[in-house]
């Protein structure tokens, strides 16, 4: 078995049409359908069904994908890795990131990197925890960069925490809390707390934290995006609990109002996450001591 017809495999997978595979891969129909005949009896089990006129993956081709990818990721960070040894003016620098992680904390650090190696590519891919996981699994990504409350297999990864990150209490300027130095938990008894659905790992650990003060929010108002929350408490929706990192403009620009909540400081850690038996490019090797030394 070949990369050519494991890039065919992938290639067919994603778009689960011959001629639309031959005209990405630049061969033609009968070439395709060969190659992956070809890996078919290789392996011994089929990778795809043609049922009526679609094609789709077979139990077998779905588990058989991510070792494909894998395979491919790692030949092609393979040759990035030695032409980095001898110029780091080439290559890419790979990293996933959660949307808080990718949209306000990374920039500042990636700005000092580029200025150092202007020709390095960077690839930063926002997306969710368990995407992140997936692309880490696959060779997408050098690295992700993550809360410490995303739950990861410690046997597998290297987790290293290089930044602690507080949540604090958002209100519009015209509430009622806004004038107040402090609160308690008893005074947002009857608010509506803007979250991200149940299943983000920021509201799991905040509604760990209210269980543990005895606290129950009545009313939940869910928004998946950290920019959507702030809108929302910026227009009264009502209040919520964000990074202080990420709200410096709005507090700035008067749009928001933090009000600390007695008692109480909720922290997270951002962290870098890797395989155990990463072998990291020059691209890479250069970033981390970055994190490392992060004075944000």
């Known amino acids: 078995m070949n990369v050519n017809k494991l890039q065919t495999f992938l290639t067919l997978s994603e778009c689960l049409n011959f001629t639309e595979a031959a005209e990405r891969l630049y061969c033609s129909q009968p070439s395709v359908s060969m190659q992956i005949q070809s890996m ?77 190696f202007p020709n390095i590519k960077i690839n930063m891919n926002i997306t969710s925890s368990n995407h992140l996981i997936h692309m880490l699994e696959t060779n997408k990504v050098d690295l992700l960069i993550l809360s410490d409350r995303v739950r990861i297999d410690e046997t597998r990864y290297q987790r290293t925490t290089f930044y602690q990150d507080e949540l604090v209490l958002i209100v519009n300027p015209e509430h009622k809390l806004a004038k107040q130095k402090t609160c308690t938990l008893a005074d947002l008894t009857n608010e509506t707390f803007i979250l991200k659905p149940n299943k983000s790992a920021t509201r799991v650990y905040l509604e760990d934290q209210f269980q543990e003060h005895g606290f129950t929010p009545p009313h939940y108002m869910e928004i998946s995006n950290l920019e959507g929350i702030k809108q929302g408490v910026i227009h009264n929706l009502g209040v919520s609990i964000v990074s202080n990192f990420a709200i410096q403009q709005e507090l700035k620009h008067g749009l928001l109002v933090k009000v600390p909540i007695q008692g109480i400081q909720f922290l997270r850690g951002i962290s870098y996450v890797y395989p155990r038996n990463k072998h990291f490019s020059p691209a890479a090797n250069k970033f981390l001591p970055l994190l490392d030394q992060a004075n944000l």
């Open 40 to 116: 078919e009896d290789d392996l011994g089990v089929p990778l795809f069904d043609r049922i009526g006129k679609k094609l789709y993956l077979t139990k077998q081709g779905e588990h058989f994908k991510p070792y494909a990818e894998q395979i491919i990721n790692l030949l092609a960070s393979a040759k990035d890795h030695i032409r980095q040894l001898e110029d780091l003016s080439f290559g890419t620098l790979s990293i996933g990131a959660s949307n808080f992680v990718g949209v306000y904390l990374l920039p500042r650090m990636l700005r000092e990197y580029t200025t150092s």
